[in-house]
């Protein structure tokens, strides 16, 4: 698998509009704007820096994932999430080395990415994203 960069910092809050100030206009950071995801359950807004980018998430209801994550740890960094060159490529080499995966296949995600999770029990406790865009 060839992982290319860390494409994004995962961090659930419990409002994206009440976070907002400080990646704005204290880090000085631009804000790329907000989008849902309904079918997860969850709003994210990114602010770009380099080549990465930080991703705010907070749940559009109160059992989202992300809800549910800030329930037992609280705000904070979620995951991490790696851009991959061919994501059905790095799955199946995941699999062939027994790694347990919460997406057996890529689904979509915020921007049109096609993203899938590989499962915390697996990684040492961290929630770690795949991620493929085009572009
Ligand atoms: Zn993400």
């Given at each position: 698998m060839k992982i290319l960069k860390i494409d994004h910092l995962g961090i659930a809050v419990s409002s994206i509009d009440a976070n907002k100030p400080f990646w704005?206009?204290?880090?000085?950071l631009s804000f790329e704007g907000a989008q849902t995801v309904a079918e997860q359950k969850v709003t994210t807004a990114f602010f770009p820096v380099g080549e990465s980018e930080i991703e705010l998430l907070e749940s559009?209801?109160?059992?989202?994932p992300v809800a549910k994550y800030i329930e037992k740890r609280g705000e904070g960094i979620q995951h991490v999430a790696f851009r991959v060159e061919n994501i059905e490529a790095a799955l199946q080499e995941l699999k062939d080395k027994g790694i347990q995966l919460i997406d057996q296949t890529p689904r979509i995600g915020a921007g049109g990415a096609r993203i899938a999770f590989l499962h915390p029990k697996a990684t040492g406790g961290i929630l770690v994203e795949l991620c493929e865009r085009n572009g």
């Open positions: 704005t206009d204290v880090l000085g559009t209801s109160p059992d989202g």
